[in-house]
């Protein structure tokens, strides 16, 4: 006598329901939206609008980081379907060449202080987080100004003590199991 196997399919199953975190009025919203997105022109102004709104709080909403990650696979699909692969290897979907670009970011950082180096990466990111620039320029560009800002951050950095250190970056430290009450603890 022979049995016959079933044969499952390796992994999870595919969740094709809504999710149960966040708020699912809001992605409901935003996925007809997105959906609705047939142009690469409109897709790509309206992922750069959302993450200019939302970049004083880059983490934590965890509803307009769900739309974000939507809105970019959006874009992602819609470069292939409308330009070349020589266009997208070269400019950014905003139309700026990529080598104008990275030449623009590496002379600001060159005479930026670490202030002004921390905001030129964050407004880097902003601007050309993927898919907005290839992945691999994108990754390039963050690496030198990265490292320009790790240069000017390890500038006499054993010299001052722990407490300078932890007052100039606005680092509290807190005993675990105290409650915060704003008492640093050194």
Not at 97 to 114: G, L, M, N, Q, Y
């Amino acid at each position: 006598m022979s049995r016959t196997r079933q044969t499952r399919r390796a992994g999870a199953a595919r969740r094709m329901e809504a999710s149960p975190f966040g708020n699912s009025d809001i992605r409901q919203s935003w996925a007809g939206r997105i959906a609705d997105l047939s142009r690469l022109d409109d897709a790509v102004s309206t992922l750069i609008a959302l993450r200019e709104r939302s970049a004083n709080q880059a983490l934590t909403d965890k509803d307009m980081l769900w739309v974000e990650a939507r809105l970019e696979d959006r874009v992602a699909v819609l470069r292939f379907e409308e330009l070349s692969n020589a266009v997208i290897r070269t400019a950014t979907l905003t139309g700026e060449p990529i080598e104008r670009v990275r030449e623009e970011f590496v002379r600001r950082a060159a005479d930026a202080d670490t202030a002004a180096l921390e905001a030129l990466a964050a407004e880097f990111r902003r601007r050309y987080k993927p898919p907005i620039m290839p992945s691999s320029p994108y990754l390039e560009i963050e690496a030198l100004l990265c490292g320009h800002l790790m240069k000017k951050r390890s500038l006499n950095w054993f010299e001052p003590s722990i407490t300078e250190l932890r007052a100039r970056r606005g680092a509290r430290i807190l005993k675990e199991g105290w409650p915060d009450t704003g008492t640093t603890v050194t």
